[in-house]
């Protein structure tokens, strides 16, 4: 068989013509092409940190516990339905009688070896596989319900015992007992000897191979070690005992063996193959209302977290002192922007992640909007949408978790640790990745697609719950990747990482910003629409939402008036607003309300001594001393229209107000200190960090600079073995001049060919070594030494010859 036929079932692993067989896994990896080692560090990105110094390297690192089950959790199920069938065959085993335990008529099974030789599970010819041992390993002592090979059952038994065994399948006595067992093997490992030896067992017997023929294959039988001869069998179990059929694997366990097992399944490995993935169930629904939908879902996320941060601008909650977001606060969030408190931890996990809001970091540290944030909103609804929905996408932090009890059964508080999960963007990308493979505005129901998740990754989808797929259809529902379950179009783009062209998608069809309200007699201002930017943050200031919908109602008050003033806005300036944007009438009691406390407003001004209170009104002062309530404050009178206080400012200040009064702050030099609504933001602060169980994907660059750098290191090494390393060299090296030197380093560079130098150190040792030059500059060449699969800088002058390197190549992709 010619090495191109051994290689066209399982794909790009093999020999090349005319070379040797494969001995190990780093001769088999030294075997392929730049391209297949490329597709090897694709495949398994944790191979790259750092890059192996040389195949051997690669070798042993492909063969690590935790490298190997990480791409194992990486196969979908028929994939791995083909590792436990490579696995129950011995080392070196043929494609053909791996076929033959998989099925005939199964034309995924090419795939799969390609699969597994392109991850360096599988590897040598098709007359001779090998799985790596480690994969044997993580495989256990039962692959796919099967139990050991007969051998290793019977290698503890005892000599008497196996002549026993002998003599009742009608074989002639061994003289040892290694002889007996290989006799036993010899006679099990024949396919219609053994299906003839199970065709004569008692029907009361193959009821009990029955039972554990699709494992597990041990059962609990009493006295299960005691010697049994065949003549004296009396119960079905010691019929089977008797012929090793079943063998003790203990005082009170029996063992089916493998070759038994396998028999009874036909030869199979496998009840039910599952090649394929299941279908999905597909519901088709019209695009342009897909879009619709989505849009509209997109636009209250975007109004969603800017309400919230607007409320936060002005005061946000206390940072736990184990971080994260109390309990009460969700509620209150929750109650803010009238939504349940699932979805309230949404919008501010969502922020969090964007790095809109932080701890202030300040002794009473309190959750505050970032100045990102304002960078944020004075962009595009689109452009802000596309930031949010691609944070989400990538982020690791899983909203749906808030509420819920962790390992040690404590709680789990928004913006706390206990939120992120590796696995989250992995699920997002995969669900919406089957999503984006139906047709436009088709949807498919979620049980469907935890089906299909669970045989694309059955290992990882193990340790996750439908509950964790369903969150996420949800989140994207309401930020408005999906519209009514199926993917829109700018979420199409979103799962490309194009972020721009989803937000030109999402343009056209978002509502267009109104600069106007409709004030009603009740004190309340109704938005029938999204606001522009400037009216939005002086409504804000100046009310309080009380509904949010396909309109916004904003209350106004006597302490949201009061909250416009404290930040520098006149009673004036309010006038002038509710006059320019209100569509309606301005009412009369928003008018009195205005004016009323904008007349009593500042009347009292409370500054630091501890505090102090001024007020030119000396009956204020006087009535302020009888109030009952403000005894707590313990003032006294320092001049007629002078009173000092107990306590800070901020504290006086807000005990007055919650009594009806409306206090301004002064400075030290009796200046009204002006609250900015934007004045409260945290210092700048970075995003929170990704936690991530796998290393970052290489770049098709880094992927072909580590192929570069891995050649040279084993060519360095192939060298030394061959006599010919570092400090040793091929032959006489020639001396060439400056020019030549030069010009051959220069070929080389162009060429990133290895070629060898002599070299003389600082010390005046004269060296030889194996470069590829990189860089030529300044009378330097920087260069990849092959010894040590590092970069060095030589200077040219110490260089005193340069050849070529006569070192037989790997076959070219």
């Known amino acids: 068989m010619t090495t191109s036929t051994q290689r066209s079932a399982g794909g790009p692993a093999g020999v090349p013509d005319g070379a040797g067989v494969p001995r190990t896994l780093a001769e088999d990896l030294r075997s392929r092409t ?23 390297q690669l ?50 099974l090419p795939g799969a070896v390609r699969a597994l030789r392109e991850r360096a599970l599988l590897w040598g010819p098709d007359d001779g596989l090998h799985v790596v041992r480690t994969v044997r390993d993580l495989a256990g002592a039962t692959p796919a319900g099967l139990g050991p090979a007969l051998a290793v059952a019977l290698a503890g038994t005892g000599p008497a015992r196996l002549q026993d065994v002998l003599a009742g399948l009608g074989l002639p006595p061994t003289a040892d007992a290694v002889g007996a067992i290989a006799a036993l093997a010899d006679l099990f490992g024949d396919h219609k ?15 009990v191979l029955d039972k554990l023929v699709w494992g597990p294959p041990t059962g609990i039988v009493r006295g299960a070690d005691r010697p049994v001869r065949a003549d004296e069998a009396n119960t079905p179990v010691e019929w089977l005992l008797a012929r090793a059929l079943l063998v003790p694997a203990g005082p009170q366990t029996v063992v089916l063996p493998r070759e038994v097992g396998l028999t009874l399944r036909g030869g199979r490995v496998h009840r039910d193959l599952e090649p394929e993935p299941p279908a999905l169930g597909i519901v088709e629904r019209d695009a342009q209302i897909v879009d ?22 002005l005061g946000g909650p206390a940072v736990l002192r184990a971080g994260g977001l109390g309990v009460r606060d969700l509620k209150r969030v929750a109650a803010q922007l009238d939504v349940t408190e699932a979805e309230a931890a949404l919008w501010l996990e969502l922020a969090y992640a964007a790095g ?76 919406l990745g089957r999503l984006a493979g139906l047709p436009a ?42 519209g009514r379950g199926a993917l829109a179009s700018a979420g199409r783009a979103l799962l490309t990482g194009e972020l721009a062209r989803a937000a030109d998608l999402l343009t056209p069809l978002l509502p267009t910003p109104l600069d106007h309200v409709l004030l009603q007699a009740d004190l309340t201002a109704v938005a029938p629409g999204p606001l522009v930017l400037e009216l939005a943050q002086e409504l804000h200031l100046a009310a309080d939402i009380e509904s949010t919908g396909g309109a916004t109602v904003y209350r106004f008050s006597e302490s949201s008036v009061r909250r416009a003033l404290d930040s520098g806005r006149t009673a004036a300036d309010l006038h002038r607003l509710f006059t320019t944007h209100s569509r309606t009438p301005v009412p009369q009691p928003l008018t009195y309300l205005v004016d009323d406390v904008a007349r009593r407003h500042g ?77 409260l933001r945290t210092p700048p602060r970075s995003l929170p960090p990704r936690v991530t169980g796998e290393p970052p994907a290489p770049g098709a660059t880094l992927i072909d600079a580590a192929v570069t750098a891995i050649r040279a290191g084993d060519r360095a090494a192939t060298s030394r073995q061959r006599g010919t390393g570092d400090d040793e060299a091929p032959g006489e090296l020639p001396r060439t001049s ?6 051959a380093l220069q070929a080389a560079q162009a060429d990133r060919r290895a070629v060898w130098i002599g070299y003389v150190t600082r010390e005046g040792r004269a060296t030889q070594r194996i470069i590829v030059p990189l860089g030529l500059e300044g009378g330097y060449v920087t260069a990849q030494e092959h010894t040590a699969g590092e970069l060095h800088t030589y200077p040219l002058h110490r260089i005193t010859g340069v050849a070529p390197v006569e070192v037989a190549e790997p076959a070219d992709s």
Not at 34 to 56: G, I, S
Not at 450 to 469: F, G, I, K, M, Q
Not at 609 to 623: F, I, K, Q, T
Request: with cysteine.
């Open 34 to 56: 730049d391209a297949e080692l490329a597709a090897l560090l694709r495949a398994r990105p944790d191979l790259t940190t750092p890059v192996p110094v040389d195949l051997t």
């Open 59 to 108: 070798a042993t690192r492909a063969t690590t516990r935790a490298s190997v089950a990480r791409v194992l959790e990486r196969l979908d199920r028929f994939t791995l339905q083909v590792v436990d069938a490579a696995v129950v065959l011995p080392e070196g085993f043929s494609y053909a009688r791996l076929r033959e335990l998989i099925g005939d008529d199964v034309p995924q």
């Open 193 to 207: 000897a053994l299906a003839a030896l199970l065709e004569g067992a008692p029907p009361a017997a193959v009821e």
């Open 292 to 313: 619709a939908a989505a849009a509209g879902a997109g636009f209250t996320a975007v109004r969603r977290i800017e309400d919230l941060l607007e409320l936060w601008s």
């Open 356 to 431: 809109l809001v932080a701890g202030d970091g300040e002794a009473d540290e309190r959750w505050l909007p970032t100045p990102a944030y304002d960078t944020w909103r004075g962009r595009p609804v689109a452009e802000r949408w596309s930031v949010l929905a691609g944070v989400w996408l990538e982020t690791t932090r899983v909203p749906g978790l808030v509420g819920t009890r962790d390992d040690k059964d404590r709680p789990v508080n928004a913006f706390g640790p206990g939120v992120d999960r590796t696995t989250a963007p992995e699920v997002r990308h995969a669900l």
């Open 441 to 482: 505005g088709t949807a498919a129901p979620a049980a469907d697609l935890l089906a299909d998740l669970a045989w694309h990754r059955p290992v990882r989808t193990a340790r996750l719950r439908s509950e964790l797929v369903d969150r996420t259809l949800v989140e994207a529902e309401l930020i408005g990747v999906t």
């Open 603 to 679: 009347r009292l001004r409370v500054g630091a001594a501890s505090a102090y209170l001024r007020c030119d009104d000396e009956a204020v002062l006087n009535e302020l001393l009888a109030d009952r309530r403000a005894h707590g404050l313990r003032m006294r009178r320092l001049a007629p229209t002078v009173l000092a206080a107990e306590g800070a400012p901020d504290a006086v200040l807000s005990t007055l107000r919650s009594l009806g009064y409306a206090p301004m702050a002064e400075s030290s030099t009796g200046d009204v200190v002006v609250t900015r609504p934007d004045a």
């Open 738 to 743: 400056a020019a030549e030197t030069l010009l």
